[in-house]
């Protein structure tokens, strides 16, 4: 079946721009994680939705990140005013059950050059 | 001081060779994850472990909670294992927390 698919892959915006980033997981899965990876760095935990609920939103760097999953199944990531460090891999990920007890399945991400 | 460590970030093999890759962290967990992740970005789930020893093909991945260690292997390594290797923690149960703590990761180069 498919995978997590997040779109655009490649993202340039110009600095002070909004974007919106895109993730669909695979069908069914309840859990969605969206991490932040900076250049040569591990990923950073940004958000955790189960199913449409937003539990933990701890890791967002600032009031200008912004996420939805409002149905339980498609999310939106959604920078305002981006700036030079927002430049970075954004990864979405899904496991099929809620919590960090399950394998998750990684998107191929969408990498945000903000010039 | 990041609270997952791994080691070493880089390293190169021949083809063939056992390679060990290790990770340490500091906090209370309930499982620690293996990563595989390629040029382009995609990231692979290899193991989930929360003790002892899994095997997967030339992967072993072992577990040491006392020690708060973890090590995994690739047996007579291939040129098409060359990849970026993390080591991520989930938190203890009970931790009121979703988020998975990563490591830096470390690059690894097998030479035919």
């Known amino acids: 079946g498919a995978g997590v698919s997040q779109s655009p892959r490649y993202k340039v915006a110009k600095r002070g721009q909004d974007v919106a980033l895109r993730c669909d997981p695979i069908s069914g899965h309840v859990s969605l994680f969206w991490y932040q990876q900076a250049l040569g760095q591990g990923p950073e935990f940004l958000t955790y939705f189960q199913n449409e609920a937003q539990l933990d939103k701890s890791g967002l760097p600032s009031d200008r990140f912004f996420a939805e999953r409002p149905e339980g199944s498609v999310s939106t990531l959604k920078i305002q005013r981006t700036q030079q460090e927002d430049s970075a891999v954004y990864l979405c990920?899904?496991?099929?059950?809620?919590?960090?007890?399950?394998?998750?399945?990684f998107g191929p991400g969408t990498r945000l050059t903000v010039t | 001081k990041n609270e997952v460590e791994q080691s070493p970030q880089n390293l190169t093999a021949q083809e063939g060779e056992f390679i060990t890759i290790n990770c340490s962290y500091s906090v209370g967990i309930s499982a620690l994850h293996w990563l595989q992740q390629h040029p382009g970005g995609g990231i692979v789930s290899l193991f989930m472990l929360s003790s002892g020893k899994k095997k997967h093909g030339r992967l072993i991945a072992t577990i040491n909670i006392q020690e708060k260690h973890s090590s995994l292997h690739i047996t007579a390594s291939h040129p098409r294992d060359s990849a970026v290797y993390i080591c991520?923690?989930?938190?203890?149960?009970?931790?009121?927390?979703?988020?998975?703590?990563f490591g830096k990761g470390t690059k690894l180069s097998v030479i035919p």
């Open positions: 990920a899904s496991s099929l059950y809620s919590g960090v007890l399950y394998e998750q399945y």
């Open positions: 991520a923690v989930s938190p203890a149960p009970g931790a009121g927390s979703y988020q998975l703590t």
